[in-house]
């Protein structure tokens, strides 16, 4: 099986708090869970859509099913209990490219 991308997009922030809670528990989770992020914080430049993303993560897990499994694993779930209603988002998995 070919690497996948988790791609999380938050595209409102309503509880900085909320946040901050979700993330200091999702980031282990989603080690435990073989994922490696490659990126985090605000876009460098936005050229097309909306421009409504605050802040996108990529994260690199060694297949789909990983990352599947990563966000459905119990120490994620606690995490998005955290951020609850705190923020809004979308969350991808992409399959890579084949070397």
Known sequence: MAVAYWINYFTAVHDQEK?????????????QAGGRFLARGPAAAVFEGAGTVQRTTLIAFPDADAAVAAYHSPAYQE?????????????RIVEGLPD
Not at 79 to 91: H, K, S, T
């Open 19 to 31: 946040v901050a809670a979700y993330a200091a528990l999702a980031g282990p989770a989603i080690t």
């Open 79 to 91: 995490a998005l209990r955290a951020l609850g209603d705190g923020a809004e988002r979308e969350i």
